[in-house]
């Protein structure tokens, strides 16, 4: 066989390690992109919503308490998702996301969440209302 062979087969190689490399990662950060948006609101907390570090794609991708309620309602945002008190303190998912009531819609005029749902003792600094009794509220308003 001829030298050239050997230095095309090597280069044809590295360049699939490379493509290769790339799109595991880029499919990594997609998967989170697209997994934001299906949250109400997502700031200010963002990957950090549902991954115990807030850039994921770094290599490390575990995910907290809420992440994997998440990945298990099959990586949807709804009514059960926002009754779950993924992380344990006492607030309800859908109170620290924004949207207690699970519709996919923002509470009243909430553009940042109140607390991580992923992470213990982070409930928001504001005294919340019952969460039951704002769904019952939101949907007077709502008309439902």
């Given at each position: 066989m001829?030298?050239?062979?050997f230095t095309?087969?090597?280069?044809?190689?590295?360049?699939?390690?490379?493509?290769?490399?790339?799109?595991?990662?880029?499919?990594?950060?997609l998967?989170?992109?697209?997994?934001?948006a299906?949250?109400?609101?997502?700031?200010?907390?963002?990957?950090?919503?549902c991954?115990?570090?807030a850039?994921?794609?770094?290599?490390?991708?575990?995910?907290?308490?809420?992440?994997?309620?998440?990945?298990?309602?099959?990586?949807?945002?709804?009514?059960?998702?926002?009754q779950?008190?993924?992380?344990?303190?006492?607030?309800?998912?859908?109170?620290?996301?924004?949207?207690?009531?699970?519709?996919?819609?923002?509470?009243?005029?909430?553009?940042?969440?109140?607390?991580?749902?992923?992470v213990?003792?982070d409930?928001g600094?504001n005294?919340?209302?019952?969460?039951?009794?704002?769904?019952?509220?939101?949907?007077?308003?709502?008309?439902?």
């Amino acid at each position: 066989m001829k030298p050239e062979f050997f230095t095309t087969a090597k280069r044809c190689l590295a360049e699939w390690a490379v493509m290769t490399t790339v799109l595991v990662w880029s499919s990594v950060c997609l998967a989170t992109d697209l997994d934001m948006a299906q949250l109400p609101v997502s700031t200010p907390h963002l990957c950090a919503s549902c991954h115990t570090s807030a850039s994921p794609s770094d290599g490390d991708s575990a995910l907290n308490p809420f992440g994997v309620d998440f990945l298990e309602n099959g990586r949807v945002w709804d009514s059960n998702l926002a009754q779950l008190n993924s992380d344990g303190d006492n607030c309800l998912n859908g109170v620290e996301v924004g949207d207690s009531d699970g519709d996919g819609q923002p509470d009243g005029n909430v553009d940042e969440q109140s607390g991580n749902p992923g992470v213990a003792d982070d409930c928001g600094s504001n005294d919340l209302v019952d969460e039951r009794t704002w769904d019952a509220l939101k949907a007077i308003f709502d008309g439902n």
